[in-house]
């Protein structure tokens, strides 16, 4: 019997915290599948998929690279995301067109804050993981404690299938537990040797197989017939119901190494084509058309159906990186853009290594490529057949929280400026560009302080502009403290001809977002005996939605508000849906004015990881930055404090960190929404 090629093909991510050695990982598996010849290193900036300068200066990974490589018959789609939380938008489109994904644990500190914030997202969008506890051989590093953690902060079930052979610095291998062998590296060597369990770990290896056999058994019905009949697992018992376990996101397989040396990779892989799901395996792609739910099979010969969720417009051409979903791309097709109604034609389609490519004739479902030629598409575009159009559901874009002011240093390079800018949002589109009302300046506005840098270090390196930088501020909204009943609001203009006429009264009070819908506003209308048509009741509410772009405090955005319209007066021939809009939007304009508001400002989660004799000095400043501290803990002989603090607080805090610490201390900051600022914020 024939089997289905996209039966051996996996999409994979690699996902982590920033600095848990993901891009080490990745570098690893493209050496051990023999797609590279020689072991890229980040401290040294010959890796593959961290290409870019930046990236290469800064030893972390900023844009989310792809790379394809084989084993076992298998090819194996990557891509290494960030793990720093100012890119967190990278992953997200990443994750979006993900069928697997690996999670990287640092060996020493478990789950750090943005282990749990790429976990979250990777549940928000059904992508089945396997752990990799990594740095196996750093001083401090537990695999049952990492294992706990896991458990404790990201609440799966982990099914640990490896015991490591040694400890630290003497970390050398792991008993393979399914199969009951150990899997030993050399110094220096490129494989594993197999052989027998040692002696001295024979009697905990056969503990931590029957702690699994219990768990599978638990949770799999052919498993727990096998092990009520045997009172054990057979190998490919426990491996088939493991995959399934994956595949049905009941359990996570957790596996451990150490990428640097090299060791752990091999079983890795394996652990990747065994466990984790073909496109195949995972639930048709669903999108819409005409107002319908349609949905696409993986199947080459369906109609084409593709989503793009990354472009780079390099010096060669704009590189459109697509998912294809269902259905054949070939050179030279054209595909029908369903967001923008408009064809384009493919020039190119690229299998990608990072920076690297190699030409194809075709791509079908299942694939990530690149594709050459299509000017129009952006991230979150769907591309499909013409005749078969689709419109899939694209990634969501987080909302900017700081902003910088950017200008030429040369009044001759303004145009270029725009032009640089207007391409970096091409990119990103987590970052936006907007022009002050008051004071005409450019305002670039992204996800944090390092994003913004970034971005500004890009339009300098690669479009040679000298460019001037103000101060970081942060994205504030205002939402509603106390609000108002029956205001009444009353719209009447005639200046010759047909006039304006539109009387409403309004309600407005505050309301939480998370007791239901999604953008923190909500209007409803009470109006009964057909007071105020349906159609000018939508006009009241476009109108009101006008009037919350700029606040009562300090025209910031309005969020957090119920608006209920009770009551209102037509004019048989002056009422319009014009004059309801304006109505609604000058109406609750006056109605903010006359309601209690409170000044929100962004605050962010920051762990801070100090030697314990500095534990004081850090609680002190956090303190003063109006921190709240929200948790501590010991790990590895350095105290781990995690405390809430508003973003603005938080600018140039590395820089007094590290002279508080002696340099030794380490921090991580990741958003968890808006409070209510302090009076002085306010006073501002």
């Not at 489109?93 to 914030?117: C, I, K």
């Not at 054990?232 to 996570?252: E, I, K, M, S, Y």
């Not at 417009?313 to 998912?323: H, I, N, Q, S």
Request: some cysteine; proline content about 6%.
């Amino acid at each position: 019997m024939r089997t289905d090629p996209l039966t051996t093909v996996r999409n994979v991510g690699i996902l982590a915290h920033v600095d848990a050695g993901k891009t080490t990982v990745t570098e690893r598996i493209l050496y051990t599948t023999g797609t590279t010849h020689k072991r890229g290193e980040v401290h040294d900036g010959t890796t593959v998929t961290d290409f870019d300068p930046q990236e290469r200066d800064r030893g972390i990974t900023i844009f989310a690279a792809a790379v394809s490589c084989a084993w076992a018959g298998h090819r194996i789609n990557l891509i290494d995301t960030p793990g720093h939380v100012d890119f967190a938008d990278e992953v997200e489109r990443s994750l979006r067109v993900l069928d697997g994904a690996v999670a990287v644990f640092d060996a020493v500190a478990g789950v750090e804050p943005q282990s749990e914030s790429v976990w979250r997202q990777a549940d928000r969008h059904g992508v089945l993981r396997i752990a990799f506890v990594n740095k196996m051989d750093r001083a401090g590093a537990d695999l049952d404690t990492a294992v706990a953690s896991i458990r404790e902060r990201l609440h799966p079930v982990p099914l640990v299938v490896q015991m490591p052979i040694g400890t630290e610095d003497s970390f050398t291998g792991v008993v393979d537990l399914p199969r009951m062998r150990a899997l030993v590296w050399a110094d220096g060597a490129d494989g594993a040797e197999e052989g027998p369990v040692p002696e001295a770990l024979r009697e905990e290896a056969a503990r931590r197989r029957r702690l699994l056999e219990e768990a599978v058994a638990e949770r799999h019905p052919a498993a727990l017939e096998e092990f009520c009949d045997r009172e054990t697992l057979t190998a490919a018992t426990l491996t088939d119901a493991l995959r399934d376990l994956t595949r049905t996101g009941d359990g996570v397989v957790v596996l451990c190494g150490s990428a640097y040396r090299n060791r752990g990779v091999e079983p890795l892989l394996d652990a990747v084509v065994a466990y984790l799901p073909s496109p195949l395996d995972v639930p048709a792609v669903r999108g819409t058309h005409d107002g319908t739910e349609q949905e696409r099979p993986a199947d080459p010969a369906a109609p084409m159906a593709a989503l793009a969720f990354k472009v780079n417009a390099t010096p060669t051409g704009r590189l459109t990186y697509l998912r294809v979903y269902s259905g054949t791309i070939e050179k030279g097709d054209t595909v029908w853009d369903a967001g923008t109604r408009r064809g384009e034609r493919v020039g190119r389609i690229l299998r990608v290594r990072a920076d690297r490519h190699d030409p194809l004739e075709r791509a079908v479902a299942g694939d990530i490529v690149a594709v050459v030629g299509l000017k129009s598409a952006r991230a979150g575009s769907t591309l499909c057949a013409p005749g078969a159009p689709l419109l899939l559901e694209p990634p969501g874009v987080p909302e900017p929280v700081v902003h910088v002011a950017v200008e030429a240093r040369r009044a001759t390079d303004t145009d270029r400026l725009a032009s640089a800018l207007a391409r970096l949002t091409e990119e990103d589109p987590s970052l936006a560009v907007r022009t002050d009302p008051e004071t005409g300046q450019t305002v670039l506005s992204g996800m944090g302080e390092l994003h913004l840098e970034v971005a500004v270090e890009r339009v300098r390196r690669e479009h040679g502009l000298e460019v001037a930088v103000g101060r970081p501020g942060v994205a504030y909204r205002e939402t509603v403290g106390e609000g108002v009943t029956g205001f009444v609001h009353r719209h009447v203009k005639q200046d010759g001809g047909a006039g304006q006429f539109a009387h409403v009264v309004l309600d407005v009070e505050p309301w939480e977002r998370d007791t239901g819908g999604g953008d923190g506003f909500v209007f409803r209308s009470t109006v009964v005996g057909g007071r105020v048509p349906q159609e000018y009741v939508r006009a009241v509410e476009a109108g009101c939605r006008d009037a919350l772009a700029e606040g009562p405090l300090g025209g910031h955005p309005v969020t957090g508000l119920r608006v209920t319209l009770t009551d209102g007066q037509t004019h048989v021939k002056d009422s319009s849906d014009t004059a309801f809009r304006t109505a609604g939007r000058f109406g609750l304009r006056d109605a903010l004015r006359a309601s209690e508001m409170v000044l929100l400002e962004p605050v962010v989660e920051v762990t801070v990881t100090v030697p314990e004799d500095g534990l004081g000095g850090v609680l002190g400043d956090l303190a003063a930055r109006r921190g709240r501290v929200t948790g501590s803990d010991t790990r590895g002989g350095a105290a781990v404090v995690t405390a809430t603090v508003p973003l603005a607080e938080v600018f140039g805090y590395a820089t007094r960190l590290r002279s508080r610490t002696q340099g030794r201390g380490t921090f991580t900051a990741r958003p968890t929404g808006y409070a209510p600022a302090s009076a002085a914020t306010a006073a501002r």
